[in-house]
Nanobody, 115 residues
Framework: QVQLVESGGGLVQPAGSLRLSCAAS????????MGWYRQAPGKERELVAT???????NYADSVKGRFTISRDNAKNTVYLQMNSLKPEDTAVYYC?????????WGEGTLVTVSS
């Protein structure tokens, strides 16, 4: 069983920054890819960024140059550093991984970008 717990969301002004964290249970963390997704009100869940077990990163076009995904295998944690935030980044952000073909999601953390 894999558990993912996100933290770090909150209210931030436009152009501000936040860092999200996702703590994963289980000893398989270092061998699995991890990802961040988000879901805005009235919209479908969308990919934000992913990082493989080898550290290869992928980003949605909408966040390239502003967001950075990273991982600390010693802490079983993946991070999402979000800079230059825009109101359209407002969403619930979810951590995701897939283990032996099974998808695991965290409960999500709300990010609100507003003045």
């Amino acid at each position: 069983q894999v558990q993912l717990v996100e933290s770090g969301g909150g209210l931030v002004q436009p152009a501000g920054s936040l860092r999200l964290s996702c703590a994963a249970s289980g000893s398989i963390f270092s061998s699995n890819g991890m990802g961040w997704y988000r879901q805005a009100p009235g919209k479908e869940r969308e990919l934000v960024a992913t990082i493989t077990s080898f550290g290869r990163k992928n980003y949605a076009d909408s966040v390239k140059g502003r967001f950075t995904i990273s991982r600390d295998n010693a802490k079983n944690t993946v991070y999402l550093q979000m800079n230059s935030l825009k109101p359209e980044d407002t969403a619930v952000y979810y951590c995701h991984t897939q283990v032996y073909g099974v998808d695991y999601w965290g409960e999500g953390t709300l990010v609100t970008v507003s003045s």
